[in-house]
């Protein structure tokens, strides 16, 4: 089994950059090993990037695996609190280093 594989969110998880992230998150989901989101340059965040997230973490459940975050950004912490999906997307359990 590959080891965890880890993904960058980039500046702006958000709409525009939906249809890549999800690309990368799929290709990670196929390798069957767990996940490290690093949401440390993420300085803006939408209810899509995050629902998308939400998706994923749903479907990672489903195979045995976890996703973790690293350094996640207050903007991406504040972001996800206010749509109340800090405990769905697996915020809660983030760490501060990679």
């Known amino acids: 089994m590959p080891e965890k594989i880890t993904i960058q969110c980039g500046e702006r998880l958000s709409i525009e950059g ?3 992230l999800h690309t990368q998150l799929e290709d990670a989901l196929q390798q ?16 899509a990037g995050l629902q998308l997230i939400a998706a ?20 991406l ?3 996800a609190g206010y749509l109340g999906l800090t405990e ?3 915020l809660s359990n983030s760490t501060n280093t990679l």
């Open 32 to 47: 069957g090993s767990d996940i490290c989101l690093d949401g440390s340059l993420v300085q803006y965040a939408d209810t």
């Open 56 to 75: 994923f973490q749903r479907a990672l459940d489903k195979t045995g695996h976890s996703a973790c975050w690293a350094e996640p950004s207050d903007v």
């Open 88 to 90: 769905i997307i697996n």
């Open 18 to 20: 939906v249809e890549a």
């Open 77 to 79: 912490m504040q972001t």
